[in-house]
């Protein structure tokens, strides 16, 4: 019964078209739909406020240049304005623990229940100890929940770590207990994992602070999930509040949550946001980047981790070209072709996909490397002309291409649907977000091109711009295409590969 | 459209303001504080979007000269509120035997908390209570589960963890119909309603258990946590999207979370709460009362 909130916009602007700056007028609507998009991402009411006004002060009085539309130049100045206040300041600096020197460092986790805790505990350890080459001690201080103590040892056994625990001993005492240990046992690094609790639990709350007195821990994350709505300010405050925070780990960004909590944590307690967690296993956690948040947040996708997971294979220029490329409508069967090659390499691209919310999964999962040597003929036996535009591939054409490669007219058709596919997925990645709706609230040029957006270019460095996360303006799967996805799954689960 | 019947029938909402609880709208004529107030209020208790929806409403009712004075808003709110929300729910009913309820959910909502809860319920009720371990991925998730199994004194059928959690569930589901359990709980594990692979291992295990107990699960309960923001409508929507989700247990609310995402859910989705979850303990659970929900949007803490 609601309208979407895309709808109410869209109506809101109707009658706003055709302007191409900033001015008094049409500031406070751009606004009320930036705060809209805020609150939908679940940045605190008042936090939301606070940026707008900043945004506001800045806006007003600010030259558009003369090509860009006010939308974009609106969208470029929240962008700039919440990477500066999420990226760590020069002061807090680039190193998310202080490590002691003079004895082992202690890293204390706290959080509310279910946030991620003993997981990030046991992910972190892992990153320390291949990354930073420490030898880390995980101490089982929650006694609570039950089974706790179990699942910080299991992790610890599957990924070699020593985990210490006393039964009956309680957190403070487990925590300086481990301290002695580990001066004992030559481990550098005490990591802390706590029971959950709310911060409005008195009695928790006050054993976070026994935990600290008895330990000094060096460095304290709050662990937070992605997922919390308005109620994270409330939270982290009380955390900071009993405990000095000096780091945020986000976790479960593999969702589709905008993640907007992140930001009110920053604005209220100050904390920088350092890891973020992008899955159950201990491999899942990554270093936090601020512009990628702020994309995600402001609808614009995670495109740049994507680019950069592709990097790892593929060297960097080429994948920026790439990525560029398929946003665009210059996306070729050649690039079709480079980026299958890739793939191959890479692993499955439905893993590399899910890093873009919204994107439907089983898309390119059908991809084995049969097919893959079978597509590969298909457009080399194509002609230059015809990879560049595929849509001049007649019946007639197809049947030279299909005895060409070897293969069948059906495999031909196939292939280009599939190809078709993937192209029109690109360009509703590029339509949906907050940028669009600003550009459309502003009429910023119809059926302009990412190319044709120069601004834009510096609002995600190292990347391309303007893919969507938004749920909604996502083409939603047919039922079809779903049950589809379901059979390549099962398929795929019978093939025994469990990923997660 | 629900806002519009409410603006015709104020006046009869006009004096059930709900006395005891603390005012937070002004007196006099409504003005610009109070409209900010109570718009800060819903934004802040987690409604989203349909904070903005009854910002409007409220509005239209004052340009239409329906809403005249300041003290008119919440009574206003708390009826649309109460009425997108509707009656209290039917707790779960225990029909044909065995009855089977499967739990699911996103990580860390609570799954496997709820379980001990409604055992607790349950068994309180006369009912016997089985459960299955199907979380057979999360480290410790079967050890979890047997212990509030140990504390319940209930059945617990289980196997290692990495094991099929279908097979288990027909393992389970086998189990409960020879030994006539009246009631079967499924415990699963955490999924994000992004993966795909694991929406779909979701799906097989429901079908597993079908086929062991016609009709089987009868119940699907989705498990969010109540701090949770706009998120919790895109899991209840996939997740019904992929399972037939029945109804919804709220956790979590034992804090200052108010869990106002559920309204629209219940709006745009229908899906009843049944539940919420007030605490850690087996104990900690309530029926979901939509008079209470509303109440507590409108307590300061
Ligand atoms: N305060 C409070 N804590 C709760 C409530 N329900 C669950 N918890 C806690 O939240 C944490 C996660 O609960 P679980 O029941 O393990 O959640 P789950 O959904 O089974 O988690 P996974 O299986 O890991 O996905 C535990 O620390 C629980 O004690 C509640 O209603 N209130
Ligand atoms: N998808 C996803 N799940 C996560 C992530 N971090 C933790 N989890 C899961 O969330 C649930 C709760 O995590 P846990 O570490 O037990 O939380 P704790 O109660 O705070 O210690 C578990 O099911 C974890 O597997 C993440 O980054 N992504
Ligand atoms: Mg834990
Ligand atoms: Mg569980």
């Not at chain 1, 291409?401 to 078709?420: C, Y």
């Amino acid at each position: 019964m609601f309208e979407s909130l895309s709808q109410r916009l869209s109506k809101v602007f109707s009658g706003l078209t055709g302007r191409g700056r900033l001015t008094e007028g049409n500031i406070e609507e751009g606004l009320a739909e930036v705060r809209a998009a805020l609150l939908e991402a679940d940045v605190h009411f008042r936090v939301a406020k606070d940026l707008i006004d900043r945004v506001k002060a800045k806006a007003v009085g600010t030259e558009v240049v003369e090509s860009v539309s006010a939308g974009q130049m609106l969208v470029k100045l929240f962008h700039d304005e919440l990477v500066e206040m999420m990226a760590p300041s020069e002061e807090e600096g680039s190193e998310p623990i202080s490590f002691a020197t003079a004895r082992p460092t202690v890293i204390l986790m706290a959080g509310l229940q279910g946030s991620g805790k003993t997981t990030s505990t046991a992910k972190l350890a892992v990153h320390l100890r291949d990354t930073r080459k420490r030898k880390p001690l995980l101490v089982a201080a929650d006694i609570q929940r039950p089974a706790a103590v179990e699942q910080l040892r299991q992790l610890g056994a599957a990924n070699d770590l020593p985990v210490f625990h006393v039964a009956g001993e309680p957190p403070e005492a487990l925590a300086r207990l481990a301290l002695a240990e580990a001066l004992r046992t030559g481990r550098d690094t005490v990591m802390v994992d706590t029971a959950g609790r709310l911060h409005i639990d008195e009695a928790l709350m006050e054993e976070l602070g026994r935990i600290r007195s008895s330990v000094t821990p060096d460095t304290t994350f709050l662990v937070c999930d992605a997922m919390t709505g308005q109620d994270a300010v409330r939270s982290a405050t009380a955390f900071r509040d009993v405990l000095p925070l000096d780091g945020v780990i986000l976790t479960k960004l593999d969702g589709d949550s905008r993640g907007g909590a992140a930001l009110s944590v920053r604005h209220v307690t100050g904390t920088p946001v350092r890891y973020v967690g992008v899955g159950e296993k201990v491999a899942d956690l990554q270093p936090f980047h601020a512009d990628r948040l702020v994309g995600r947040l402001l609808g614009m996708g995670d495109v740049v981790s994507l680019v950069e997971k592709a990097q790892e294979v593929v060297d960097e220029k080429e994948a920026e070209d790439q990525m560029k490329r398929m946003m665009s409508d210059r996306f070729t069967l050649d690039d079709f072709l480079k980026q299958l090659r890739a793939i191959r390499k890479m692993g499955s691209l439905g893993d590399l996909m899910g890093h873009l919310p919204g994107v439907p999964a089983g898309l390119t999962d059908q991809i084995d490397e049969k097919a893959l040597h079978r597509t590969e003929a298909v457009v080399l036996s194509m002609t230059p002309a015809e990879r560049r535009r595929p849509e001049m591939i007649d019946p007639g054409r197809k049947r030279r291409i299909a005895r060409g490669s070897g293969t069948a007219v059906d495999v031909v058709s196939k292939m280009l649907k599939q190809f078709e596919q993937m192209r029109k997925m690109m360009k509703q990645m590029k339509k949906g977000g907050l940028f669009s709706r600003l550009k459309g609230a502003f009429g910023g040029g119809g059926g302009m091109g990412l190319g044709d957006m120069p601004d834009m270019e510096g609002m995600l460095p190292g990347g391309p711009e303007g893919a969507s996360s938004g749920g909604r303006s996502v083409p939603r799967q047919d039922a079809d295409a779903r049950r589809k996805n379901r059979k390549a799954e099962r398929k795929r689960r019978k093939q025994g590969r469990r990923r997660r | 459209m629900v806002f519009g019947k409410l603006i015709r029938g104020l006046a009869k909402t006009r004096d059930s303001l709900v006395g005891g609880l603390r005012r937070l709208v002004g007196r006099g004529p409504l003005d610009a504080d109070t409209l900010d107030q109570m718009e800060e209020l819903l934004y802040t208790s987690d409604l989203g979007p349909a904070a903005g929806q009854l910002m409007d409403s409220i509005r239209e009712a004052n340009r239409k000269g329906i809403l005249k004075e300041g003290e008119q808003v919440e009574p206003f709110v708390r009826e649309t509120l109460l009425e997108i929300m509707g009656e209290a729910s039917l707790p779960l009913v225990i029909g044909e035997k065995p009855h089977v309820i499967l739990v699911c959910g996103v990580n860390g909502s609570g799954k496997t908390t709820s379980i001990a809860k409604l055992s607790k319920l349950l068994l309180a009720e006369g009912h016997s209570v089985m459960l299955a371990a199907c979380d057979t991925f999360r480290a410790a998730a079967v050890e979890q589960l047997t212990i509030w199994a140990d504390r319940l004194d209930i059945r617990i059928v289980k196997r290692n963890t990495g094991a099929d959690p279908s097979g288990l569930a027909f393992d389970a589901a086998d189990a409960a119909a020879k030994e006539g359990i009246d009631v079967l709980i499924v415990d699963t594990a955490g999924r994000l309603h992004t993966q795909k692979n694991l929406m779909a291992e979701l799906e097989k295990i429901c079908r597993v258990l079908g086929r062991r107990i016609e009709g089987a699960p009868h119940e699907i309960l989705l498990i969010l946590d109540g701090t949770t923001g706009q998120n919790a409508i895109t899991q209840a929507r996939e997740f019904r999207e992929s399972v037939n989700v029945t109804s919804l247990m709220v956790s979590k609310l034992d804090g200052t979370a108010r869990g106002g995402a559920i309204v629209s859910i219940r709006e745009q989705l229908g899906l009843p709460v049944t539940y919420i979850g007030v605490g850690e303990a087996a104990d900690d659970i309530e029926r979901f009362d939509p008079d209470s929900f509303v109440d507590a949007l409108f307590t300061a803490e």
